[in-house]
């Protein structure tokens, strides 16, 4: 079994900063990658950012520069510190990683409201 269980969403205003945490426990390989998607409503899925286990990070392009992602390998945890956002950041988040038999996991999600 594997758990993600995420905080730290809420509503802001444009231009504010939010940070997301993540912590993963049961069957999981901590050197898996690790990574945030969203999901607005009446639209897919996508990704935000990932982390590998040494740190190797990739951003969708609509957040680079504004988001940063981190993980604590040790505490199989990830971060995602929010900064200058818009209302578009809008959405609910999710922590996803990969269990030990390859299938994804996701957390029960966060939601971000951005005001303008």
């Known amino acids: 079994q594997v758990q993600l269980v995420e905080s730290g969403g809420g509503l802001v205003q444009a231009g504010g900063s939010l940070r997301l945490s993540c912590a993963a426990s049961?069957?999981?390989?901590?050197?898996?990658?690790m990574g945030w998607y969203r999901q607005a409503p009446g639209k897919q899925r996508e990704l935000v950012a990932t982390?590998?286990?040494?740190?190797?990070?990739k951003y969708a392009d609509s957040v680079k520069g504004r988001f940063t992602i981190s993980r604590d390998n040790a505490k199989n945890t990830v971060d995602l510190q929010m900064n200058s956002l818009k209302p578009e950041d809008s959405a609910v988040y999710y922590c996803?990683?990969?269990?030990?038999?390859?299938?994804?996991?996701w957390g029960q999600g966060t939601q971000v409201t951005v005001s303008s």
């Open positions: 049961g069957s999981i390989f901590s050197n898996n990658p």
């Open positions: 996803n990683t990969k269990t030990v038999w390859g299938a994804d996991a």
């Open positions: 982390i590998t286990s040494t740190s190797w990070k």
